[in-house]
Protein backbone atom coordinates (compact mmCIF):
# COMPACT_ATOMS: atom_id res chain seq x y z
CA UNK A 1 0.00 0.00 0.00
CA UNK A 2 2.70 2.28 0.83
CA UNK A 3 4.50 1.50 -2.33
CA UNK A 4 0.88 2.52 -4.42
CA UNK A 5 0.33 5.63 -2.22
CA UNK A 6 4.46 6.82 -3.28
CA UNK A 7 3.70 6.35 -6.69
CA UNK A 8 0.20 8.58 -6.31
CA UNK A 9 2.21 11.19 -4.81
CA UNK A 10 4.80 10.64 -7.91
CA UNK A 11 2.07 10.86 -10.36
CA UNK A 12 -0.36 13.20 -9.21
CA UNK A 13 -0.94 15.19 -12.18
CA UNK A 14 -1.45 12.57 -14.28
CA UNK A 15 -4.53 10.19 -14.78
CA UNK A 16 -5.65 7.47 -11.86
CA UNK A 17 -5.46 4.01 -12.95
CA UNK A 18 -6.12 1.96 -10.45
CA UNK A 19 -5.37 -0.54 -11.84
CA UNK A 20 -2.09 -0.01 -12.57
CA UNK A 21 -1.56 1.04 -8.29
CA UNK A 22 -3.45 -2.12 -7.67
CA UNK A 23 -0.60 -4.20 -9.66
CA UNK A 24 2.02 -2.36 -7.36
CA UNK A 25 0.36 -3.83 -4.22
CA UNK A 26 -0.26 -6.95 -5.99
CA UNK A 27 -4.23 -6.89 -5.17
CA UNK A 28 -7.34 -6.91 -7.20
CA UNK A 29 -8.44 -3.44 -7.93
CA UNK A 30 -11.48 -3.94 -5.22
CA UNK A 31 -9.68 -5.30 -2.92
CA UNK A 32 -7.25 -2.52 -3.54
CA UNK A 33 -9.33 0.15 -3.20
CA UNK A 34 -10.51 -1.23 0.12
CA UNK A 35 -7.40 -1.92 1.76
CA UNK A 36 -6.07 1.63 0.91
CA UNK A 37 -8.95 3.13 2.05
CA UNK A 38 -8.93 0.91 5.63
CA UNK A 39 -5.24 1.83 5.72
CA UNK A 40 -4.89 5.38 5.09
CA UNK A 41 -8.55 7.05 5.65
CA UNK A 42 -9.88 7.68 2.17
CA UNK A 43 -10.34 6.16 -1.36
CA UNK A 44 -7.31 6.69 -4.05
CA UNK A 45 -9.37 9.10 -5.80
CA UNK A 46 -10.04 11.30 -2.90
CA UNK A 47 -6.40 10.83 -1.39
CA UNK A 48 -5.47 11.92 -5.27
CA UNK A 49 -7.41 14.70 -5.24
CA UNK A 50 -6.18 15.87 -1.90
CA UNK A 51 -2.84 15.73 -3.03
CA UNK A 52 -3.79 17.68 -6.20
CA UNK A 53 -5.00 20.46 -4.02
CA UNK A 54 -2.26 20.43 -1.97
CA UNK A 55 -0.15 21.40 -4.96
CA UNK A 56 -2.48 23.82 -6.31
CA UNK A 57 -2.82 25.58 -2.75
CA UNK A 58 1.33 25.91 -2.92
CA UNK A 59 1.19 27.35 -6.11
CA UNK A 60 -1.55 29.56 -5.47
CA UNK A 61 0.94 30.83 -2.54
CA UNK A 62 3.81 30.97 -4.02
CA UNK A 63 3.20 32.15 -7.97
CA UNK A 64 0.59 34.63 -9.83
CA UNK A 65 -0.32 31.88 -12.26
CA UNK A 66 -3.79 31.88 -13.54
CA UNK A 67 -5.93 29.37 -11.92
CA UNK A 68 -7.02 27.88 -15.15
CA UNK A 69 -2.72 27.12 -15.57
CA UNK A 70 -2.88 25.90 -12.29
CA UNK A 71 -5.33 23.67 -12.44
CA UNK A 72 -4.42 22.02 -15.33
CA UNK A 73 -1.11 21.55 -14.03
CA UNK A 74 -2.21 19.49 -10.96
CA UNK A 75 -3.95 16.99 -13.08
CA UNK A 76 -7.33 18.47 -12.92
CA UNK A 77 -9.40 18.94 -16.48
CA UNK A 78 -12.22 20.72 -15.56
CA UNK A 79 -12.07 24.51 -13.74
CA UNK A 80 -15.55 23.32 -11.97
CA UNK A 81 -14.09 20.42 -11.09
CA UNK A 82 -11.25 21.96 -9.61
CA UNK A 83 -12.64 24.77 -7.76
CA UNK A 84 -15.36 22.73 -6.27
CA UNK A 85 -12.76 19.69 -5.11
CA UNK A 86 -10.91 22.58 -3.87
CA UNK A 87 -13.83 24.43 -1.69
CA UNK A 88 -15.31 21.00 -0.53
CA UNK A 89 -11.28 20.30 0.98
CA UNK A 90 -10.27 23.80 2.12
CA UNK A 91 -13.19 25.36 2.62
CA UNK A 92 -12.16 28.34 0.29
CA UNK A 93 -12.34 28.39 -3.04
CA UNK A 94 -9.40 28.85 -5.11
CA UNK A 95 -9.51 33.07 -5.75
CA UNK A 96 -10.54 33.57 -1.68
CA UNK A 97 -7.44 31.29 -0.58
CA UNK A 98 -4.83 33.20 -2.60
CA UNK A 99 -6.57 36.58 -1.33
CA UNK A 100 -6.31 35.44 1.61
CA UNK A 101 -3.34 33.35 2.51
CA UNK A 102 -0.48 35.05 4.62
CA UNK A 103 2.83 34.50 3.55
CA UNK A 104 4.35 32.45 6.79
CA UNK A 105 8.28 32.92 7.51
CA UNK A 106 8.83 29.73 9.07
CA UNK A 107 10.42 26.28 8.03
CA UNK A 108 9.28 24.38 4.96
CA UNK A 109 8.11 21.46 6.75
CA UNK A 110 6.44 24.07 9.31
CA UNK A 111 4.93 25.50 6.73
CA UNK A 112 3.54 22.18 5.07
CA UNK A 113 2.44 20.94 8.03
CA UNK A 114 0.03 23.69 9.02
CA UNK A 115 -1.15 24.55 5.56
CA UNK A 116 -1.96 20.60 4.63
CA UNK A 117 -5.66 20.17 4.01
CA UNK A 118 -7.27 17.62 6.56
CA UNK A 119 -8.41 14.14 4.96
CA UNK A 120 -11.77 14.73 6.69
CA UNK A 121 -13.16 17.40 4.65
CA UNK A 122 -12.73 19.92 7.30
CA UNK A 123 -11.10 22.81 6.20
CA UNK A 124 -7.78 23.72 8.49
CA UNK A 125 -8.09 26.16 11.46
CA UNK A 126 -6.25 29.37 10.85
CA UNK A 127 -5.52 31.47 13.97
CA UNK A 128 -7.29 29.80 16.31
CA UNK A 129 -10.98 29.55 15.02
Do not use: W
Amino acid sequence: MLRSRDAIDRTYAYPLDVRALAGVASVSEAHYIRTFKATFGETPHRYLQRRRVERAMFMLRETDRQITDICLNVGFTSLGTFSRTFRDIVGLNPTDYRERTEIMIAPTCFTMAYMRPSSFGEAPRRNGQ
